[in-house]
């Protein structure tokens, strides 16, 4: 067996027969510890690296386990001929798994021993060395988020400025290495204006290599987790971004830019 089979790392679900977050059918892995604290984020107990309960239905559950990559792959496996009929495969997300670049790069290098199609969802908070030597070589299609363009209000809304992720944006596409798609939510009180939507999309247009970009409408499916979490809600009742103001956000974007946009992943 290879060796990198033996690194582990913290997960906190894994979920089959996705259709998001990647072509085909996938399997995501979410990888457990964020350095963002966004305040809609919709898997709040990704957030903190350790392991904690959560209460779901009334039932206290743990949320976060040791595992190999092995052990991960084991799972992953199991739908090989789903796989292979859609050019599917696995996709990391989290959480932020750069903050496990060395588990990371070892689930992505399996899959690709694998012959899977390999996504990552993440915002790209890590020096880009690691980026590049963790992660590219074993990456398909990096969906990276880019929420805000202004520092300030980044830092305000997710915690940290979004200098580096920003930087690595661009030093992403300009490895060609890998497809990169840039994926915004849409977050009421944000960033849900033409204004600053344009600022983003502009700013992935001139990528280079970049031609798609998806806009995810905020939800409020994850305020029960945060009940369960006994942690504060900081949404409120923000509203949901109705659909016509997602498809005047798309046809603008579409209108200043060359990118093509899509509603949701
Ligand atoms: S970056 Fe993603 S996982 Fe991390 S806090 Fe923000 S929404 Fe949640």
Redesign the pocket.
């Given at each position: 067996m290879k060796e990198y089979m033996n690194e582990k790392g913290r997960i906190f679900d894994i979920q089959r027969y996705s259709i998001h977050d990647g072509i085909g059918v996938r399997t995501i892995v979410f990888l457990k510890g964020?350095?963002?604290?966004?305040r809609?984020?919709?898997?709040?107990e990704?957030?903190n690296y350790d392991i904690e309960n959560m209460t779901v239905n009334g039932k206290v559950k743990t949320m976060g386990r040791d595992v190999s990559v092995e052990d991960v792959m084991k799972v992953v496996k199991r739908d090989l001929p789903y796989y292979s009929r859609s050019d599917g495969g696995l996709t990391l997300s989290?959480?932020?798994s750069l903050l496990q670049p060395a588990f990371s790069s070892a689930l992505l290098r399996a899959a690709k021993d694998m012959g899977l199609n390999t996504a990552l969802e993440s915002?790209g908070?890590a020096e880009y060395s690691v980026i590049e030597k963790d992660i590219l070589p074993y990456l398909d299609t990096y969906l990276m988020?880019i929420k805000h363009m202004d520092p300030m209000k980044h830092k305000e809304w997710?915690g940290k400025e979004n200098t580096l992720m920003v930087e690595n944006a661009m030093k992403i596409a300009k490895s060609g290495m890998c497809k990169l798609i840039i994926r915004v939510?849409v977050v009421p009180g944000f960033n849900d204006t033409e204004k600053e939507l344009l600022d983003i999309a502009r700013y992935a247009d001139s990528l280079p290599g970049v031609e798609n970009i998806h806009i995810l409408p905020y939800h409020n499916y994850a305020m029960g987790k945060y009940e369960g979490l006994n942690r504060p809600y900081s949404m409120g009742d923000a509203k949901i971004p109705e659909t016509d103001r997602m498809e005047a956000f798309k046809k603008a974007i579409e209108r200043e830019t060359h990118l093509n946009c899509q509603i949701g992943g």
């Open positions: 964020c350095a963002l604290r966004c809609w984020c919709c898997n709040p990704s957030q989290g959480g932020e915002m908070f988020d997710t939510p």
